[in-house]
């Protein structure tokens, strides 16, 4: 119970620690950007046409990172923005109207697609939809904090990229014990989760 209370004071302490930065940063004009949101599979978007309530549509992307809208068909959405999708299905209605085709605003309703796991030695091992980007001692957080005899200056992060996986070995030792290194304090120091990750806590 003590190593438990421990975990929890000392990744409270480190996320405060990484947290006081980039406000400190935004407070001097030079925050850090967060990237534009890309779909994915499993996300529930909204597809309006104005002016044409038949061709309002809310949408899951299926596991393909595809999904169909009437009068156009498939679309690829996996890995687009939002705008690519508007401009997509823009193309496909041109043939539909004789003048220019209505305004295409497509949103994301609920983000559930950008999901990864966490295995290994921690507290609540599993799949997590944040809702929002995360760093990996974030997630490490979300899934409890390590265990007691976990490796934490060894995590693992299995990522695809093109068809391949890539491996990325981070350490966390020092920022879990609260004592974050100026590498961990730098902007972009810690990696962000990106969505398909699979965290190893050896």
């Known amino acids: 119970m003590k190593v438990a209370i421990a975990c929890a004071v000392a990744l409270a302490s480190a996320a405060g620690s990484l947290i006081a930065v980039p406000q400190a940063m ?26 044409e309530e038949r061709l309002q549509r809310s949408i899951r992307v299926l596991p393909d990172g595809s999904f169909s809208f009437p009068l156009v068909g498939r679309v690829d ?32 309703r609920n983000p559930a697609g950008f999901q990864f796991s966490i295995i290994g030695k921690v507290r609540s ?3 997590f939809t944040p809702g929002k980007y995360v760093n990996i001692l974030e997630a490490i957080g979300m899934a409890g904090g390590p265990s007691e005899f976990a490796d934490t200056s060894n995590v693992l992060i299995l990522r695809k990229q093109n068809g391949a996986l890539v491996t990325m070995r981070v350490r966390l030792s020092d920022a879990i014990k609260g004592n974050p290194s100026s590498r961990d304090l730098a902007v972009n120091g810690l990696p962000e989760m990106q969505s398909g990750d699979t965290v190893i806590m050896p």
Request: proline share 10%.
């Open 26 to 51: 935004a407070q001097q004009g030079g925050a850090n950007k967060l990237p534009p949101y890309r779909i994915n599979p499993g996300d529930e978007i909204e597809v309006y046409v104005w002016g």
């Open 77 to 108: 959405a996996a890995g687009k923005l939002p705008v690519d999708i508007e401009a997509a299905v823009t193309r496909g209605l041109s043939a539909q109207f004789r003048d220019q085709v209505p305004q295409v605003t497509v949103s994301v």
């Open 125 to 127: 091992p599993g799949i």
